[in-house]
Nanobody
Framework: QVHLVEPGGGLGQAGGSLRLSCAASGSTFSINARGWYGQAPGKQRELVGSITGGGSTSYADTVKGRITISSDNAWNTVYLQMNSLKPDGAAVYFC??????????????WGQGTQVTVSS
């Protein structure tokens, strides 16, 4: 099993920057990719971006140029760097890990989420 922990502490100002982190423990060898999702009040969870083992990243069109996803070499920790914060960026952000299963397919493991508040 893989356990994801997000330390939290997401407080920033509009136009400012904030970095979130997510640490993984357990059977991290099974991780194929990691991603970040955001869930605003009253809305479903949406993909912000992802990173693969080769370091390739992809981002939602709405946040391109304003966020950067990175990780350490062992994928123990992934980061979400958020720049040019907007008030509508206030949401609960979840990190996840896509795990390859021996039976086939993928299994998603989620962090507990961290609340990001953007002050005007």
């Amino acid at each position: 099993q893989v356990h994801l922990v997000e330390p939290g502490g997401g407080l920033g100002q509009a136009g400012g920057s904030l970095r979130l982190s997510c640490a993984a423990s357990g059977s991290t060898f099974s991780i194929n990719a990691r991603g970040w999702y955001g869930q605003a009040p009253g809305k479903q969870r949406e993909l912000v971006g992802s990173i693969t083992g080769g370091g390739s990243t992809s981002y939602a069109d709405t946040v391109k140029g304003r966020i950067t996803i990175s990780s350490d070499n062992a994928w123990n920790t992934v980061y979400l760097q958020m720049n040019s914060l907007k008030p509508d960026g206030a949401a609960v952000y979840f990190c996840n890990a896509a795990l390859g299963r021996t039976s086939g397919g993928w299994k998603n493991t989620w962090g507990q989420g961290t609340q990001v508040t953007v002050s005007s």
